[in-house]
């Protein structure tokens, strides 16, 4: 979980036996309501756990996959 003023931040990655994804869930009132899941990369390979960071200004996904590499995903 990460936050930034009022917006709140949940990553977590899940394998369904195929593939790997990482989920994100996201509040923008300090986690009073929460917006639907939602599905931001996919990998059939090996993966990381996705880390929550933010530069101050914004938040971001960081993630590693063996076959696609680094991603750092800015949350819209």
């Known amino acids: 979980m990460r936050a930034l003023d009022a917006r709140v931040a949940l990553a977590w990655l899940e394998f369904d036996g195929r593939?790997?994804?990482v989920h994100l869930r996201a509040s923008?009132?300090?986690?009073?309501?929460?917006?639907?899941?939602?599905i931001l990369a996919?990998?059939?390979g090996e993966a990381d756990y996705p880390l929550l960071i933010s530069d101050g200004q914004s938040l971001f996904v960081s993630w590693n996959a063996r076959?696609?590499?680094y991603r750092l995903l800015r949350l819209p």
């Open 19 to 21: 593939k790997n994804t």
């Open 28 to 38: 923008n009132d300090g986690g009073t309501t929460w917006g639907p899941d939602r």
């Open 42 to 44: 996919e990998t059939a």
């Open 67 to 69: 076959s696609d590499g």
